[in-house]
Every structure is written in C-alpha cells, then in structure tokens.
C-alpha cells in the first residue's frame, strides 16, 4: 500500500523538528541516504536491531531505497517498539495519535506515548500531556497534563515549558505561580518558542519593561505571530513607552501584510495624523522588514491546529 506524499512528508518535519527540541538521546534515526549505509542497515534488521528497524521505518516512510509504504513502516516501528525502543514508540504513538495512513486510535496512541513517555523520552511527555490537556484517550486532567508537562520542560522540551508556564499562570492542575510560570515562559522564548515570547512580551509591557517587551515582540513576529506585530504597534502607541506614531505605524503596516485585521484598521486611522515624511519611512521601513522576514506568516503547530 502507497503512503500518501503529504504523509511522507509530515513524517519528515516531524522527524526535523524532533532533533531540535530533545535531546541526541531522543532523537529519531532516519533512513541511511548512501547505498552502502542501507546495506549495512538491512544485515542489522535482520538481527532484530531496533534502530535498524526503526531507520527501515523511515525508509517507507519517505521512500528512500524501497517503494514509499505506510503499511511496512508500522510494522518495522511496532517491531522496534515491541522491543521497548523508546524513539520508535514516540513514532508510533504520532501516527495513532494523528491518523497517518491508518485511522487515529487515541487507545493506541496512549499505549506507545505512554511507554516512551515513562522511558524519559520529552517529546512523549508533552504528547501525552496534549492528551491530557484535550481528553484524548483518557479523561481530560489539568493536573497530569501539568505533571508530564513539567517532566518534558524539565529536559528543555519549549512547547511543554511554555504550556506548564501557562498552567502555572492560571492556576490550571497546579498552584498558581505566577512568578515561576514566567521563568518557564522565558525559558522557552530563549528557545524561540513563538507562543512563549509573546506572552512574556506582554508581562514585561505590563510592568512596563519597553525595551525587553519590544524585543520579545519582534522575536515572536519574527517567528510568525501577527499579533505580536499588532500589540508591538499598540505599545509604540501608549505613552508609557514614548508614543512614537510612527513606529506603532510601521508594525500596523506590518501586520496587516500578514493578515491582522486590527493591524489593518489601526494603520488606516494613523496613517492621516502622520507627516508624508514619516509616512514614507514607515512605509520603507515595514517593506525592509517584511523583505528580510519573507516567511513570517503565522505558523501553528500540530496541536494548535486540533
């Protein structure tokens, strides 16, 4: 059976991603790209070797030396994850989580997760905290979400610590901690976790902080948060930080080029209170911007987007 090329796709970023936000230990091995490397591989399958099979997997997955099949990448990850190998297993619980090229089976999914997740692998933490956190599989739980959270943020995992920073904002499975909530949120925003620079972008407005908070909005709009773009507009308007008319102009500009309404609206009614001068620097300013910053739309991840 084919496996869909959007399928083969997902799996690559997926795969991508999963070396950057946990550790060399947790990293998921890929397909060999030269001939000789799957060669090698293949005398490893055939002694049962779970990083082999799980490398095989991949192979399916993208097509890569053999035919792409869904069917056969299952089979080589659950005989990688029957051996307790936590990389396939994290794999595994991803596919029965989101349905790729089989039906989502939250029964499943939680199964694998859940195995990975108690061998210390963070990226399974923070999916079964995902499961938590939406009832899918197991009843909804604030508080076991927060707990696997927390394991998977403790091992620099961005999205977890950004999610246990909002838990511990609002009280949510956990006591309320403001002041520790905005340690976790800063620590995911050093890891350019989009979500997490905004909301300390916000905290540090609030005190206000102006020169920390415009940083932090500009990384989050750099990272494809359009409403960064559109609350940075809005502190360069307040009197608190300067009131400069045309910078709040140029980032409305910005805005409303990738898609804010409220950034749209604002630019219009600024736009007659500024000199042909400043409007033309803005104007400069925001087409310099968006020129090195091509792909900021706005990004969601898996998660979000359920």
Not at 30 to 51: I, L
Not at 198 to 217: Q, T, V
Not at 243 to 272: C, M, N, P
Request: charged share 25%.
């Amino acid at each position: 059976m084919a496996m869909n090329p959007a399928y083969r796709f997902v799996f690559l970023v997926i795969v991508l991603l999963s070396f950057g936000a946990a550790g060399s230990q947790d990293r998921t091995p890929v397909c060999p790209r030269d001939t000789d490397g799957f060669a090698a591989m293949q005398k490893k399958v055939e002694a049962r070797d779970p990083v082999a099979e799980t490398e095989l997997a991949s192979c399916y997955d993208l097509g890569q030396h053999v035919k792409p099949n869904g069917q056969e990448s299952i089979r080589w990850l659950t005989e990688a994850a029957d051996q307790g190998y936590g990389p396939a297993q994290y794999e595994l619980g991803r596919i029965y989580l989101y349905g790729r090229g089989v039906p989502a089976d939250y029964a499943k999914a939680l199964q694998w997760e859940q195995k990975a997740a108690e061998q210390g692998d963070p990226r399974a933490q923070r999916d079964l905290a995902f499961m938590y956190e939406r009832g899918f599989g197991v009843k909804a739980d604030p508080a076991q979400a927060a707990e696997w959270n927390r394991k998977a943020a403790a091992q620099g995992h961005p999205e977890a610590q950004t999610q246990l920073a909002r838990a511990l904002d609002e009280g949510d499975g956990v006591a309320k901690n403001p002041s520790e909530a905005r340690q976790w949120y800063a620590k995911a925003a050093s890891q350019h976790d989009p979500a997490a620079q905004l909301e300390l972008a916000r905290k540090l407005a609030a005190e206000p902080n102006c020169a920390e908070a415009i940083h932090w909005y500009k990384e989050a709009a750099t990272n494809g948060q359009p409403v960064a773009m559109y609350e940075l507009g809005g502190l360069y308007q307040s009197a608190k930080c300067g009131a400069r008319k045309d910078h709040a102009f140029t980032w409305f500009t910005i805005g409303a080029r990738f898609g804010s309404v409220e950034s749209k609206a604002e630019a219009e009614k600024l736009e007659g209170t500024l000199t042909s001068a400043e409007k033309k620097q803005a104007h400069l300013n925001a087409e310099q911007w968006i020129k090195k910053h091509p792909g900021a739309d706005e990004k969601e991840d898996e998660e979000e987007k359920r």
